[in-house]
């Protein structure tokens, strides 16, 4: 049994982190799409970010938080509004069974820098150790120093390997990062 609502130890902050419902859909993809926009301008083709479109994802989310199966992101609450995610569970990768993966982490870019990255890590490797993996791993793009350092702050280790992400022109490189959870 886990927590309803956690709250963030720091006091400035006025954040908790929840489970996801249908109703945060858009929200979700508001977050998803200003927080891709800001972190990978350089990284990621311009026009890619520039045709992400909002209500094409939240009725996706819309879907997916609908139905009754899989994990629930967790969500980042800030003065009352849904300001970010973090969305894991079974591994994708076929290689990975018996592994937890976190998926996507997205805060709006006007919240960034005030702990709630940090608290949305923390109740997602708390959920991951609860859903009963030992190790968890996660993809981050190269040239996102922002999230390798915060993932590098709370336990998650780089483990060489790669992987090119062709959905992308050109293709993405994405490092696969890793955490001990036992
Ligand atoms: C990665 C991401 C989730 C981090 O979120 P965040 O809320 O900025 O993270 P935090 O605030 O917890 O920590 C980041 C910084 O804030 C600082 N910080 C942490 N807690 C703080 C607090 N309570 N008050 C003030 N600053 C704080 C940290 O020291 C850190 O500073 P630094 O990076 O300048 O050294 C966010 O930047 C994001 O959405 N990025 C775009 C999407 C993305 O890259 N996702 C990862 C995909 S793998």
């Not at 083709?45 to 992400?52: G, P």
């Not at 702990?115 to 890590?121: F, H, K, Y």
Request: glycine share 10%.
């Amino acid at each position: 049994m886990e927590p309803a609502a956690t709250q963030n130890p720091n006091p400035e902050n006025v954040g908790l982190v929840r489970r996801a419902v249908e109703q945060d859909a858009a929200a979700l993809a508001e977050a998803l799409v200003q927080a891709w926009r800001a972190a990978y301008a350089g990284i990621i083709d311009a026009a890619f970010l520039k045709s992400m479109d909002v209500q094409q994802i939240a009725g996706r989310w819309a879907i997916s938080l609908g139905r009754d199966t899989g994990e629930k992101p967790l969500v980042a609450v800030l003065d009352g509004e849904v300001v970010g995610f973090c969305q894991f569970g079974v591994p994708r990768d076929a290689s990975a069974q018996g592994t937890g993966e976190l998926y996507a982490l997205n805060l709006l870019p006007a919240c960034w820098g005030r702990g709630l990255g940090t608290l949305l890590l923390l109740e997602t490797t708390a959920a991951l150790r609860r859903l009963g993996y030992a190790t968890a791993y996660l993809w981050v793009a190269e040239g996102n120093r922002r999230a390798m350092d915060l993932y590098g702050r709370h336990g998650w280790h780089d483990t060489g390997t790669t992987k090119e992400d062709a959905r992308f022109t050109p293709a993405l490189l994405e490092r696969r990062y890793a955490i001990e959870l036992a």
